[in-house]
C-alpha cells in the first residue's frame, strides 16, 4: 500500500515534568486566566521584552494586513519587512559567540557544512495578533478543557490553544496540535529530496483540510463535531501517481466515537482500504524520506514517548518567512546542495518553550529521543532535533513560518528535515512555482468530500 503525508491536526521556565498515563489533570481556572490581560498576552506568551531587549515586548497591534502593505486576497503575501537587513550573519567561525541561542541541530548544521551553511539574524517582530473571537473563545472555554488519563484524547476544547497556560508537558503538546488549526485548507505542495551531490527527488501532492469547529464561529453547542477531515492526492512520484488517502482526526478520545480513521485509494488495484494502522514512523514524502509524525514537525499521538518540559529559551529561530515563498525564488536557486540557500532565510530571536521526548520502554520508532522548539506567541514548532537509538543526533528539522493575512493566524509554510549522517535534505510545502495556497476561502469543503466513497469515484 502506498503512503502518503498525514496533515496535522488540531494544537516562566518551569521545573521538567513528565506525562504519566494514570495521572489526574487538574483545570485551569477563570482566575488563572486572569494573567492573559496583564503578565501574559491573550495567547498565553510573556508580554515583556527580554533583558537584553533582543526579543522585543509583545504589541499585538497588527491584525490581517499590516499598515502601507498592499495586498489583496488570493495573492502571496507581501513581505512587510522586505527592507530590512541582517544584523548580523552566523557562521561556523563565530557560532561560539552565539552558543546560548542556537539549538544541537544548528550548531551541527554549521559544524557539518562549515564554509556554506549560515544563519542570518534579522531584526526581531511581535506585532502580529489572531482576532479577538480566538482570544475570547480560549478564555471562555479554556477552563472547561477536559484530558483523558492517557493524555491523548481532549474533551470541551476551544477551538486553539487548551492551555495558554501550561503547567504539564502533556498540556504544551496540545497547544502544539493545536497551533496551526484552521477552518479550510486547499494547496498544492512541490516536495524535493535533495541528495548529497545535488541530483533531486521530486514529489507533488494536492492537500485539503477541513475542520468544522474552526469554519466560522465557534458555538460549543452547535460545534460538537471533533474531527478534523483532510485528503491527500499524489502527483509525484510518478509511481504513486493517482493515489488518494482520506480520513479524519477525532481528538475528543472520550466521545461514543472516538476513533479516527483513514482511507486510501491505490490506483493499481483500483480498489480502496482502510489504513487502521496508519502513522507514527511510517515513512512518507519522496524516498520515503521522513515519517508520518515529522508533518509540521510533529502530528498526531505522543503515546509512544514521555514528554517533559525543559523550560523556555531565547533562540534564533525562522520567523517572518516571506521571501521563502516568494514566486521570484527558483527552486534551482533555493535548493542547493547540502541545505537551503541562506540567502533566502530569515532567524529572529524568540522567546521558545523545549518540549522533549523518550521512546517508552517497550515501544517501537525511528526516533528514540525528539526535541520540540515552539514559538511563544504561537505555539508552532519552528525547530525539532530527532536521534537515533544509540544516541546519536540523526535529523534537524527547519520550519519557515509566517503571518497570514487572510486567515489573520500564524502559517506554517516550507519545512526542511536534513539528514545529517548522510547529508540529504528534505524540503516540502514548497510553493514558489504553484499557486498560492487558500486558507480560510473557497471551496467550502463537506464530509462527504472527505469519505471513503468519495475517492473511490474519484479515482480513474
Known sequence: MKRIRLPLMRASVM????????????KISEDDLKVLDSTLTPMGAQRAASKDDGVPAWTGKWLGTPPDVQYKRGNRYPDPFANEKPLFTITAENMAQYADHLTDGQKAMLKRYPTTFKIPVYPSHRDFRYDDSVYKDIRKYAPD???????????NAP???????????????????????????????????????GDIAWGKVRYDIYSPRNDGKFDPKVDINNRSYY???????????????????????????NTSRTWVYNPGTRRVRQAPEYGYDQPQGPGGFRTVDDDRLFNGSGERYDWKILGKREIYVPYDNYKIMDPSVKYSDLLTKGHE?????????????????????????????????LDEDSWIAVLADNYDARG???????????????????????????DLISGAYLADRLTNQGPMPKLDSSPQFTEAYFSPDAIRGSGN
Open 231 to 257: 485528503r491527500v492526492s499524489t502527483e509525484l512520484p510518478l509511481s504513486d501517481r493517482g493515489t488518494l488517502t482520506v480520513g479524519y482526526e477525532n481528538w475528543d478520545k472520550a466521545g461514543a466515537d
Open 341 to 373: 540557500n541562506p540567502a533566502y532565510m530569515r532567524y529572529e530571536l524568540h522567546r521558545v518553550w523545549v518540549l522533549q521526548a523518550t521512546l517508552k520502554s517497550g515501544f517501537r520508532h525511528q526516533y528514540a529521543k525528539r526535541e520540540l522548539y
Open 15 to 26: 521545573a521538567a515534568c513528565a506525562i504519566v498515563a494514570t495521572t489526574s489533570f487538574s
Open 145 to 155: 478543557s477536559t484530558m483523558t488519563s492517557d493524555t491523548n484524547g481532549l474533551t
Open 159 to 197: 477551538p486553539q490553544v487548551p492551555y495558554p497556560i501550561p503547567k504539564t508537558a502533556a498540556e504544551l503538546l496540545w497547544n502544539q496540535r493545536f497551533s496551526s488549526a484552521i477552518g479550510t485548507e486547499q494547496a498544492i505542495y512541490d516536495q524535493a529530496v535533495v541528495y548529497p551531490g
Open 392 to 418: 546519536q543526533l540523526w535529523r534537524t528539522n527547519i520550519a519557515t513560518t509566517m503571518y497570514a493575512f487572510d486567515a489573520k493566524t500564524f502559517y506554517p509554510s516550507t519545512v526542511f528535515y536534513h
